[in-house]
């Protein structure tokens, strides 16, 4: 996996993001967008402050005005290195000074305004305090679709990912599962992601027998036995995007009942990757790939949504999960990801990212979802 590093967003990139974010908000009846340290404000700016303290940092966006990226001054130079800078007006407050008084004037006093979800609850209530007939919406309830649509420089991003995850299965099937414990498969799994070049590694599931019937296991002390299956589910960040996949191997020959259920989902997974293209909705996603499960029997366990989207973060709108009636558009990005937990016995999961496409869907995951056996 020797890809060259993308060529990083410019200014212009991300003036691109704010206007569209402006005038989002505004055709949505928003007097504008408050942005938090975090998702939002990376992929609107390049900025990512090395440590989120509890001085106010917020990005003001409203349509008709320019940017302005609220900063303590001691963080300023960080901010004005950040790649959408030039973009920005920066406006410093120091300590002592009530950073709320600062923002104030760059509000609308009656308007309503879409507030990033991961905010702190004590900036929103010093800005409540200053300016009592302003309101809020949550910014993924008003704007769910903000960064659903993947540009081609998000899209390369995020199919050397899904290549990077992809290298780390294929490898990790090379591996001793037998005799170690679930802990030492998730450190090769970690290991394996940064060698093919992530930066960070967000979660590495490695779920053998018993707790691959809990889709939130991560990884323990349990040692892998012959016989088990093992629910594999690892991704993390690479150039910034993000990659999530999921396999379920077997540690030497399956019977009969785990065969059937693996295939099972995965002619679930196919189904639902099948329906997909341009116009149907979320929750049509969800919907086939579940049938499958249900006409073989297996319905009441099948507990969790069928996907979720992901760019800047692993986990994020569009849902594909019943009551989603968000369209598919071409561009989005996310996850097709059934599964079947057998409490107390086994679990199987198998999961791709996909990208819709002018006529379907192409997978950014490519590796065989056939049922691989391990040692
Ligand atoms: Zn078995
Ligand atoms: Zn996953
Ligand atoms: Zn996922």
């Not at 969800?286 to 979720?308: C, K, L, P, S």
Request: hydrophobic share 40%; charged share 25%; net charge negative.
């Amino acid at each position: 996996m020797t890809t060259a590093a993308p060529a990083p967003f410019t200014a212009d990139d991300y003036k691109a993001r704010m206007d569209r974010a402006a005038q989002a908000a505004a055709d949505a009846g928003l007097a504008g967008v408050l942005v938090a340290p975090g998702p939002d404000l990376v992929w609107l700016t390049g900025y990512q402050p090395t440590a989120i303290t509890e001085r106010l940092t917020l990005l003001v966006l409203a349509a008709g005005s320019e940017p302005v990226l609220v900063v303590p001054t001691l963080e300023a130079p960080d901010a004005e290195r950040a790649p959408g800078a030039p973009a920005l007006t920066l406006r410093d407050w120091t300590d002592g000074k009530d950073p709320y008084a600062v923002t104030a004037p760059l509000l609308d006093v009656n308007g309503r305004f879409g507030v990033s979800d991961n905010g702190w609850a004590m900036h929103l209530l010093g800005l409540q305090q200053e300016l009592p007939t302003t309101s809020y919406a949550s910014l993924t309830e008003a704007l769910p679709m903000l960064r659903g649509v993947k540009d081609a420089h998000e899209l390369e991003r995020l199919t050397a990912a899904g290549a990077a995850a992809d290298a780390t299965y294929e490898q990790i099937l090379k591996v001793r599962f037998s005799g170690r414990k679930e802990n030492d498969v998730a450190a090769d799994l970690a290991a394996l992601l940064k060698e093919f070049g992530h930066s960070q590694v967000d979660f590495t599931v490695v779920g053998s027998g018993p707790n691959g019937a809990n889709p939130h296991h991560e990884a323990g002390d349990r040692v892998i036995e012959r016989g088990d299956m093992v629910v594999l589910d690892f991704g993390g960040l690479k150039h910034g995007y993000g990659s999530d996949t999921s396999r379920t191997v077997h540690v030497g020959e399956p019977t009969d009942e785990e065969r059937q259920v693996h295939d099972t989902v995965r002619i679930a997974q196919d189904a639902g990757c099948a329906v997909i293209q341009p116009g149907i909705a979320c929750q049509d996603v969800d919907r086939a790939a579940r049938a499958v499960i249900d006409d073989a029997g297996y319905g009441e366990y099948f507990i969790h949504r069928t996907g979720h989207g992901i760019g800047v973060t692993t986990h994020e709108p569009p849902y594909m999960i019943e009551g989603e009636e968000q369209e598919l558009v071409p561009g989005m990005c996310f996850s097709v990801e059934p599964g079947i937990y057998l409490p107390g016995r086994f679990g199987v999961r198998i999961e791709d990212i996909v990208t819709v496409t002018e006529e379907g869907c192409r997978r950014l995951n490519n590796t065989p979802r056939e049922m691989a056996i391990v040692e």
